[in-house]
């Protein structure tokens, strides 16, 4: 897969929603706050799916501010990762 198809992937990803795992972890989260909120009772807490999606790999640098430095830092890693080159 060349970088092409990974951008036409990603922005695929942008209008449908996450492929794989994250597309099940987000259904199962919808599952979970409906199950919640009908047993929470009158004055609990209602929950969101947002509050049952588990984190899964995300950075701690996500955390903090990030500059541009860190994002060029992100691209070069994920473009290793892919087999890509830099000219």
Known sequence: MDSREVAGWMAYERVTGPLGPAR??????????????????????????????PEWDRPEAAAGPQDEHDHLRLIKQLNAQMGGRTR
């Open 24 to 53: 099940g972890d987000i259904q199962a989260a919808i599952v979970a706050s409906t199950i919640a909120n009908s047993n929470r009772g009158k004055r609990g807490k209602r929950y969101r799916p947002e509050d049952f999606i």
